[in-house]
């Protein structure tokens, strides 16, 4: 385990500072797309150009570095506690090395003693599979974005949104009208369809975790998916809210089971400024490869 | 692009209308969601602090102190503004404000108080924290540092062509009520 320090705070510096390339190639896409010298194709400029300036000074892309949210794969029999220890150990230093803001409050006295560790902070998300891997994903996820992040519970009168996959459509896209340039889009949406309140938003935010190019293996939620995304690009929301055609960058959903008396749609919304980043480790937690 | 530079004197800003893109340089201070509460429930801006014909930027940066003791901001790109609404007319009646620097917009309370008291409101790029970063050429002094920790903190910065769209002017005007009318009727159209 002697390499496993310098390997998360490796991966928490370059989540940080370095923009995954399949988000990278959206915004890029993206700003060919938008009319010349708009406030929306502007917009575009400056966000390239930070992407490219966080990652030449290895700095923060967002000064929001988030919810500190890992997701560790491990064979059976891991250590999971000595992980979680290392992890939060290699973020306190991360802090320190400023490639995380101070960033986490006690809720209670509304104290930040400049650690971003505290109770539920970081996050662990850990899964034991058959299979010798480890691996460690994390997430970045900026307050701005997190707070736009909505729940419904169908039927919902006001939307007129049923209990069906039409329900669930009014349903993400109110909650893409009501974020408009707020949680700093173009943005990209996880979804769950169904499970109760907590796991509901839980899983919406593992859908963040796929790469925006994949399609869903279920059809009629790759249906929605492209729906949902071509409907809310024609809504001239636009970058930053200042109107334009890209609104978002993608939108994943995943359904789970749900009981008979809820039918939970929860929206995860993610900034472009999308800080995930993954590695593989090997027995000695050195990192064997990157994953996005 | 405009170039608004300190003072940000009620001619200047008056002179603003929505969609205008403008380069700020001068002094800003940044103000969030401890400071507006402070300031709303009656709380005194420290020795040093004046918000008159000032900007006041949302934002919590990331601060590196160095071995003089002085900082250096490695990271400020705006925070969401809506917040803040609850707050931003009654700082910006009293405290003079003539700009607020923020992202995601504001609503019908912080437009009105722009309209009579002669304000507007500045929309950076969220999430560019290196590019705007790279516009404060000097963090000048820190306040509420212990009180509120470095993100919430009144950090007093020296900016220079930093990049922001007008999008409440101080004619009653809003870019944002403008999108969200045409994207809700653009989404009726839709269902």
Request: glycine letters at 10%; proline letters at 4%.
């Given at each position: 385990?002697?390499?496993?320090?310098?390997?998360?705070?490796?991966?928490?510096?370059?989540?940080?500072?370095?923009?995954?390339?399949?988000?990278?190639?959206?915004?890029?896409?993206?700003?060919?797309?938008?009319?010349?010298?708009?406030?929306?194709?502007?917009?575009?400029?400056?966000?390239?150009?930070?992407?490219?300036?966080?990652?030449?000074?290895?700095?923060?892309?967002?000064?929001?570095?988030?919810?500190?949210?890992?997701?560790?794969?491990?064979?059976?029999?891991?250590?999971?506690?000595?992980?979680?220890?290392?992890?939060?150990?290699?973020?306190?230093?991360?802090?320190?090395?400023?490639?995380?803001?101070?960033?986490?409050?006690?809720?209670?006295?509304?104290?930040?003693?400049?650690?971003?560790?505290?109770?539920?902070?970081?996050?662990?998300?850990?899964?034991?599979?058959?299979?010798?891997?480890?691996?460690v994903k994390l997430v970045l996820k900026?307050?701005?974005?997190?707070n736009v992040g909505a729940q419904y519970?169908?039927?919902?009168?006001?939307?007129?949104?049923?209990?069906?996959?039409?329900?669930?459509?009014?349903?993400?896209?109110?909650?893409?009208?009501?974020?408009?340039?707020?949680?700093?889009?173009?943005?990209?949406?996880?979804?769950?369809?169904?499970?109760?309140?907590?796991?509901?938003?839980?899983?919406?935010?593992?859908?963040?975790?796929?790469?925006?190019?994949?399609?869903?293996?279920?059809?009629?939620?790759?249906?929605?998916?492209?729906?949902?995304?071509?409907?809310?690009?024609?809504?001239?929301?636009?970058?930053?809210?200042?109107?334009?055609?890209?609104?978002?960058?993608?939108?994943?959903?995943?359904?789970?089971?749900?009981?008979?008396?809820?039918?939970?749609?929860?929206?995860?919304?993610?900034?472009?400024?999308?800080?995930?980043?993954?590695?593989?480790?090997?027995?000695?937690?050195?990192?064997?490869?990157?994953?996005? | 692009?405009?170039?608004?530079?300190?003072?940000?004197?009620?001619?200047?800003?008056?002179?603003?209308?929505?969609?205008?893109?403008?380069?700020?340089?001068?002094?800003?201070?940044?103000?969030?969601?401890?400071?507006?509460?402070?300031?709303?429930?009656?709380?005194?801006?420290?020795?040093?602090?004046?918000?008159?014909?000032?900007?006041?930027?949302?934002?919590?940066?990331?601060?590196?102190?160095?071995?003089?003791?002085?900082?250096?901001?490695?990271?400020?790109?705006?925070?969401?503004?809506?917040?803040?609404?609850?707050?931003?007319?009654?700082?910006?009646?009293?405290?003079?404000?003539?700009?607020?620097?923020?992202?995601?917009?504001?609503?019908?309370?912080?437009?009105?108080?722009?309209?009579?008291?002669?304000?507007?409101?500045?929309?950076?790029?969220?999430?560019?924290?290196?590019?705007?970063?790279?516009?404060?050429?000097?963090?000048?002094?820190?306040?509420?540092?212990?009180?509120?920790?470095?993100?919430?903190?009144?950090?007093?910065?020296?900016?220079?062509?930093?990049?922001?769209?007008?999008?409440?002017?101080?004619?009653?005007?809003?870019?944002?009520?403008?999108?969200?009318?045409?994207?809700?009727?653009?989404?009726?159209?839709?269902?």
């Open positions: 385990m002697s390499e496993l320090p310098a390997s998360l705070l490796e991966l928490i510096r370059r989540t940080s500072a370095e923009i995954p390339d399949d988000v990278h190639q959206a915004i890029l896409t993206s700003l060919e797309n938008e009319k010349k010298h708009s406030l929306a194709a502007n917009a575009f400029k400056i966000i390239d150009q930070n992407i490219a300036l966080a990652k030449t000074k290895s700095q923060p892309i967002c000064q929001d570095t988030g919810s500190i949210l890992f997701y560790v794969d491990v064979p059976v029999g891991y250590d999971q506690i000595t992980f979680a220890e290392t992890a939060r150990d290699a973020v306190k230093l991360a802090t320190k090395k400023g490639y995380l803001r101070q960033n986490s409050v006690d809720s209670l006295t509304g104290k930040n003693d400049g650690t971003n560790v505290g109770p539920g902070a970081p996050a662990f998300h850990f899964h034991q599979h058959r299979s010798p891997e480890i691996s900026g307050g701005g974005c997190e519970s169908l039927p919902d009168d006001a939307l007129h949104a049923n209990r069906d996959l039409d329900g669930c459509r009014k349903a993400i896209l109110d909650a893409v009208l009501q974020a408009q340039g707020k949680g700093c889009g173009p943005g990209v949406l996880g979804v769950c369809i169904g499970g109760d309140r907590a796991t509901g938003y839980e899983l919406s935010k593992t859908q963040l975790l796929r790469l925006l190019d994949d399609r869903n293996p279920e059809p009629k939620l790759d249906a929605l998916e492209q729906d949902i995304l071509k409907t809310a690009n024609e809504l001239g929301i636009g970058p930053m809210g200042f109107g334009g055609k890209t609104t978002l960058l993608g939108v994943k959903i995943c359904a789970a089971n749900r009981v008979p008396a809820s039918y939970f749609v929860s929206i995860s919304y993610m900034c472009w400024a999308y800080r995930r980043q993954g590695v593989t480790l090997d027995a000695n937690g050195a990192i064997q490869k990157w994953l996005y | 692009m405009i170039k608004l530079k300190f003072p940000f004197t009620e001619e200047k800003i008056r002179a603003l209308k929505v969609g205008d893109e403008v380069l700020i340089s001068g002094t800003v201070f940044t103000g969030r969601d401890a400071v507006h509460k402070y300031l709303h429930e009656g709380g005194t801006l420290p020795d040093g602090v004046s918000f008159k014909d000032g900007i006041i930027y949302h934002c919590g940066p990331v601060m590196m102190k160095q071995a003089d003791g002085s900082y250096i901001c490695t990271a400020a790109g705006p925070t969401t503004s809506i917040r803040e609404e609850p707050y931003q007319w009654q700082v910006i009646r009293d405290f003079r404000l003539r700009g607020v620097i923020g992202k995601g917009g504001m609503g019908a309370k912080t437009q009105a108080a722009c309209k009579e008291y002669g304000c507007v409101y500045l929309h950076a790029i969220g999430g560019a924290a290196q590019v705007l970063a790279e516009c404060i050429k000097k963090v000048r002094n820190v306040y509420f540092l212990e009180k509120f920790g470095s993100p919430e903190a009144i950090w007093e910065l020296e900016v220079v062509d930093f990049p922001a769209v007008v999008t409440i002017d101080a004619h009653g005007n809003s870019l944002h009520e403008e999108i969200f009318a045409k994207s809700q009727a653009a989404l009726a159209a839709r269902l």
